[in-house]
């Protein structure tokens, strides 16, 4: 599943292959394996995996914006000019979603460890959890990044009863939560929000996400493996 693209060439020599994990690697084909011993899961059963994951959220919307008319010459004219920031501001996000549902999402300050992982997982993964299963039995998803590979966060999982499915880490865009991203980023893009504290204080009315249903179950659905 993970593959080698190669690079066409005029030159003599072999073509250059492009990267991608070492077989040996804890983030290769080893824990992929394990994925695809997965692959005969019925829909029912992948519809008790809840997916999660962080992504990167910036306030910066590349060249899109509005156009301008102006004449010739007028090209270097202020009134002609969009601002741009060199270094953008960025905030880290937490998600979960499953076919039932969608999570809260969670603003993440700071560098993610064990520690602050593992209240994630406490005051977000939970409820979210709950909301979505309530009383029934779940699995929970996350790639293999160090603090969601740590003994102590192994531990939390132990002492909640939690079954966990590890995926591979940078894998190339395997988990469904991608199309999730994808949905908010576009709302973003369309919100424009100035600020960080604008966003974080405002995200659910600033992308439409008022309630878990704002996404709709059936993209839930269709993003999860069948």
């Known amino acids: 599943m993970f593959l080698l693209q190669t690079q066409s060439t005029a030159s003599a020599g072999p073509p250059r292959s492009g990267i991608g994990p070492s077989p040996q690697s804890s983030s ?23 997916f999660s994951d962080e992504s990167k959220f ?15 010459g007028e090209k270097e004219m202020p009134k002609c000019l969009k601002s741009s920031v060199k270094y953008p501001q960025s905030v880290m996000v937490w998600g979960a979603m ?22 994630i997982l406490e005051h977000f993964m939970l409820p979210s959890a709950e909301k979505l299963y309530g009383d029934e039995d779940f699995v929970f998803q996350h790639d293999l990044a160090p603090a969601h590979s740590a003994k102590t966060t192994g531990k939390w999982f132990t002492d909640h009863g939690i079954t966990v499915l590890n995926w591979p880490a940078n894998s190339p865009d395997l988990n ?37 249903s704002a996404v709709p179950q059936a993209d839930c659905l269709h993003a999860t493996p069948h």
């Not at 695809?36 to 995996?49: E, N």
């Not at 306030?59 to 156009?67: D, E, H, I, K, L």
């Not at 576009?186 to 309630?211: C, F, M, Q, V, W």
Request: aromatic share 10%; charged share 20%.
């Open 28 to 50: 290769g084909s080893g824990h992929l394996f394990s994925l695809c011993s997965k692959q005969h899961w019925t829909v029912a059963q992948w519809s008790k995996v809840l």
């Open 58 to 72: 910036c306030m910066s919307f590349g060249n899109q914006g509005a156009r301008v008319w102006r004449k010739t």
């Open 98 to 119: 499953s076919a039932a549902g969608v999570g809260p999402l969670f603003f993440i300050k700071g560098r993610v460890n064990a520690a602050s992982y593992q209240e």
């Open 176 to 212: 469904p939560i991608e199309n999730l991203w994808d949905i908010v980023k576009r709302k973003l893009r369309d919100a424009r929000p100035n600020t960080l504290d604008e966003l974080n204080g405002n995200y659910r009315s600033i992308l439409g996400l008022h309630n878990t």
